[in-house]
């Protein structure tokens, strides 16, 4: 029997053994809730503020500029609804956003609380950072530009538009706050909240082979943002409802490998293997297009396309030769549409594939696969 491959890191990953064990005594024993001021109490909370502390390190900001969330989808919310919650606001965002940024901009224009400009990527889907400057208007109060995309991997120059836009917000009485969902990046770039020049980061836990159920929003100090969820008034008022303690010392536990120095020589590996996938692929079969940039993109990403090929009958194909992939990114795969991402950089909704080494793991990552299923069974299989 052949032995099964999972294949689709870039949607999830499986939990780390360290960061299990790490959670496990939160889940039995330390069963406290972090509000209470009992022991019980305090030692759950004493295992968020190590959490935080971790968070914060990782990202060079203070303690109070962490605030946990149950996703990354929410923290990318909580940034967009929470800022664009003024009279009149206008927001700047890219087509290529991943939805949970798209979704809640879509959302404030359609109940008219919002105006949005969705600026357009170039071939390599980059964002040209002029573009960004010259759709800023009066009542622009967020700009929101994905760190690394989910699906092209193309890296974008967020540190240059954090850059611009302090220099505007010096003429400005009314400060642009700027967003980041930095997801996908964090285990290959640097996070560093002050280098980036952002106001707003989003992570997630389980995209770094933490538990699922967590994410993190940066806000900066001074920065005002109202929050989504209200209630006990837990994350200092930001995020109500009793904290996942065990999520959260996970992610701490996951992130905290993250910094670990051998998983940045690891880049290197996955970055050759990268490029030899890349080869091979193109010598294989003809008529192959690389989507994104070759040189800004993530380490572990590719991404290519075909012509006439539909991905869902190559998922399934690949399935009963179990190697487990997907046709797009996880929160959009069922629904069975074509690529917002690669639609942006002219591709036809069929004709595209991306495969991503995974960290850690010599295994290919496939993001998106409609790709001839002989022809990528016998290149990894051979």
Known sequence: MRKKIYLDYASTTPLDKDVLRAMLPYMKGEYGNPSSSHVFGQRAMAGVDNARSIVAGFLGCELEEVVFTGSATEADNMAIRGVADKEKPHVITSVIEHEA???????????????????????????????????????????????????????????????????????????????TDAVQAVNYLDCNVDLLSVDLLTLSSHKIYGPKGVGALYIRSGAEIDPLVIGGGQEKGMRSGTENVAGIVGFGAALLKVQDPKIKLHTIKIRQMRDSLVKSILKLIPEVQVNGSLKNRLANNVNVSFKDVEGFEVVVALDQRGIAVSTGSACSERRHEPSHVLLALGRSGKDAMSLDPALLKELLQIQRCQLHSQSLISFLFP
Do not use: W
């Open 101 to 179: 940024v798209l979704a809640p901009c879509q959302e404030l224009e359609a109940q008219g609380l919002a105006t949005v400009t969705y600026i357009g990527v170039d071939d390599d889907g980059i964002v040209n950072v002029k573009d960004v400057e010259n759709a800023i208007k009066k009542n622009t109060v967020l700009v929101s530009i994905m760190y690394a995309n989910s699906e092209i991997g193309t890296v974008q120059p967020i540190a240059e538009i954090g850059r611009m836009l302090k220099k505007v917000n010096t003429k400005r009485t009314k400060k642009i706050l700027f967003h």
